[in-house]
């Protein structure tokens, strides 16, 4: 299977490239990136014969229709790391909450978010790729608390590999940072910046297109690439766990191969969407997906006008941090699959010149046949923890919670749903413990205590084990000092 440009070719750039190069440098022409050409066509013959696959045979089944050029031992080795979640037989359960809502829990990974369900196999796939290449990469992340955990957790100790990870210091919980200060490895460097994360990420964007900076790494035989949601590395492992979580509703009874689900994706990036999006494409009977935000809400604003709309409007820090995100890179692979790479580009210029575009009326339409959209505001989500807890004995986080309000308001067919749970209690466990008990922590620890007291659930051993390792990360230094820091690393 070869990769195109979402925004065309230059005539400078191959119009096509392997699976391989497009992970290793995953932007492509006019600021674009890497999209299938084609997707498979599964269907339901694929759902009958996987009726009873467990998680990695469904994988393995998933990527070979892709034909990718990867080895099949390293796919296998990739696979493999879902053996290191909570239960090896069933590395993502799904949970029956209420009659017709269902949470598939992609959180029981070692970081215990669903950053891990791609980046654990991504990790494999890339430093396998660097070693047999005998490259060196380095890969610079900048995160608001989730994908800089499983980056590091899956480079660590991996060949031909660097990490410099950047997050806002105190911008972060007590979890998530020492997830990060406390990681010990000679190929990972941990920087807090003093600033938010939009300082982070866009002193990260600043180095990476720096061409001294690049210039520096090519004297180093040093190769740059980026393990965020625009390479493709790791959007080809989130379409497995949607088709699982339907042949999950299959096998628990609540429908039959062939009945029309919805899919409820509380989104930032919109990784886990487009995921859902292309499952949907190759045939699984999806309904509509309905797109879940916080108040940072221009993703429901776009599914319901056609208009994607950042005049007037700057990041507002919420109880779901994840999706605190305006500019959500992954749309454009929708934009592309819908309306094609010409038209995706005068789009995303319009929106880089003018911070606004607009789809047509027709297009408007296509969008709307396949998606749908709300958001919830903090104090929304705060309520739905607490329903959610008392009604049904059920734990959620803060992301997971926003998609209660899409559950409510956009389904106009009485059929299941599945939400789909990005984190675990433990990640954002002061928010947690406020909904439950009214209570304000300052502190993880204590809002932890609480919780598992009050929901009469122990806290996870990788996370009680945080508390007591030593911090071996400890930089902390200005954004104008980064590059100096990442140099001296490399
Ligand atoms: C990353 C993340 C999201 C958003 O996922 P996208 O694929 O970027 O839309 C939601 N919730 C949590 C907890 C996350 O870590």
Redesign the pocket.
């Known amino acids: 299977m070869k990769f195109v440009e979402t925004r065309g070719n230059d005539g400078v750039r191959p119009p096509s490239v392997t699976f391989s190069e497009a992970i290793l440098s995953p932007m492509s022409s006019f600021g674009g990136i890497y999209v299938p050409e084609r997707l498979p066509e599964l269907g339901e013959r694929f759902l009958h014969d996987h009726r009873h696959s467990d998680y990695k045979s469904l994988a393995r089944a998933v990527l070979s229709a892709f034909e990718l050029d990867i080895d099949q031992f390293v796919v296998d080795r990739a696979l493999e790391l879902y053996d290191g979640f909570d239960d090896p037989a069933h590395p993502v359960p799904v949970v029956r909450v209420r009659d017709d809502l269902f949470v598939s829990e992609l959180y029981h990974g070692p970081t215990r978010?669903?950053?891990d369900m791609a980046l654990q196999p991504f990790g494999v796939v890339l430093s396998s790729l660097a070693e047999s290449r005998g490259e060196q990469y380095l890969i610079l992340a900048a995160t608001s608390?989730?994908?800089g955990p499983a980056t590091l957790e899956t480079f660590k100790n991996r060949a031909n590999v660097k990490v410099a990870c950047l997050y806002p210091d105190g911008g972060t919980s007590d979890v998530q940072r020492l997830q990060m200060v406390t990681e010990d490895a000679a190929n990972l460097k941990v920087i807090g910046i003093r600033g938010s994360f939009d300082d982070a990420q866009t002193a990260l964007k600043t180095l990476l297109s720096s061409d001294a900076f690049r210039a520096t790494l090519r004297d180093r035989h040093i190769h740059l690439s980026a393990a965020n949601?625009v390479n493709f590395g790791r959007i080809i492992f989130?379409q497995i766990y949607h088709i699982h979580s339907y042949l999950e509703l299959v096998r628990q009874g609540a429908i039959v191969i062939g009945d029309r689900v919805y899919l409820n994706?509380?989104?930032?990036?919109?990784?886990?969407?487009l995921g859902g999006y292309y499952a949907m494409q190759m045939g699984l009977p999806v309904e509509k997906i309905l797109i879940s935000s916080n108040s940072n809400n221009v993703l429901t604003e776009f599914i319901r006008t056609g208009s994607y709309d950042l005049r007037d409007r700057n990041v507002i820090p919420t109880s779901?941090p994840?999706?605190d995100?305006l500019k959500?890179s992954?749309v454009e692979r929708v934009l592309y699959s819908l309306f094609g790479a010409r038209r995706t580009r005068a789009l995303m210029d319009e929106l880089d010149r003018k911070r606004v575009y607009r789809l047509t009326d027709d297009e408007l339409d296509l969008l709307q046949a396949v998606f749908a959209a709300d958001y919830a505001d903090d104090n929304e989500v705060d309520t739905y923890i607490r329903e959610t807890f008392i009604g049904n004995g059920y734990l959620m986080?803060p992301?997971t919670a926003t998609c209660l309000k899409a559950h409510a308001s956009c389904r106009d067919k009485p059929l299941p749903a599945i939400v789909y749970s990005?984190?675990e209690w433990t990640?954002f466990s002061p928010t947690i413990a406020h909904a439950l008990t009214g209570e304000n922590d300052s502190h993880d620890i204590d809002a932890l205590k609480s919780i598992s007291a009050t929901a009469n659930t122990p806290i996870p051993p990788m996370i009680q084990a945080l508390f007591d390792r030593p911090v071996v990360q400890a930089a902390v230094i200005d954004k104008q000092d980064i590059e100096r820091e990442v140099l001296a690393f490399i």
């Open positions: 978010a669903f950053k608390g989730d994908t949601s989130q994706v509380p989104s930032g990036n919109f990784g886990n969407a779901s994840a999706m995100i959500s992954n986080d992301h990005t984190a990640k």
